[in-house]
Nanobody, 125 residues
Framework: QLQLVESGGAMVQPGGSLRLSCAAS????????IGWFRQAPGKEREGVSC????????YYADSVKGRFTISRDNAKNTVYLQMNSLKPEDAAVYYC??????????????????WGQGTQVTVSS
């Protein structure tokens, strides 16, 4: 059974850091696009950061560039999102997703097939 399980969400003060993890089972991450998405209350889900299935290229939303880093550990079949210098506007439910998609638009929600249950990130003083 194909499954993605996120962990690492927590409450943190502005300026703090968190590392989110997404463990995959039932398939390997080597050959899929993998991404982190987030959804804040009253807002649409948006792509935060993704890794292409083709050449491992990465995408970051402008709002997180320079602060967030996506990485993949194939041996552990796990993808991470290191989040530094967190801001209140980063607060959201963060979702991990995987896609068989191999095209250019590898961080668009519509191209993703499998989703985790989400993990809550709260940024507040």
């Amino acid at each position: 059974q194909l499954q993605l399980v996120e962990s690492g969400g927590a409450m943190v003060q502005p300026g703090g850091s968190l590392r989110l993890s997404c463990a995959a089972s039932g398939f390997t991450l080597d050959y899929v696009a993998i991404g982190w998405f987030r959804q804040a209350p009253g807002k649409e889900r948006e792509g935060v950061s993704c890794i292409s299935s083709n050449n491992g290229s990465t995408y970051y939303a402008d709002s997180v560039k320079g602060r967030f880093t996506i990485s993949r550990d194939n041996a552990k079949n796990t993808v991470y999102l290191q989040m530094n210098s967190l801001k209140p506007e980063d607060a959201a439910v963060y979702y991990c997703a995987a896609a068989s998609y191999s095209g250019t638009y590898y961080c668009q929600i519509r191209n993703y097939d499998y989703w985790g249950q989400g993990t809550q990130v709260t940024v507040s003083s």
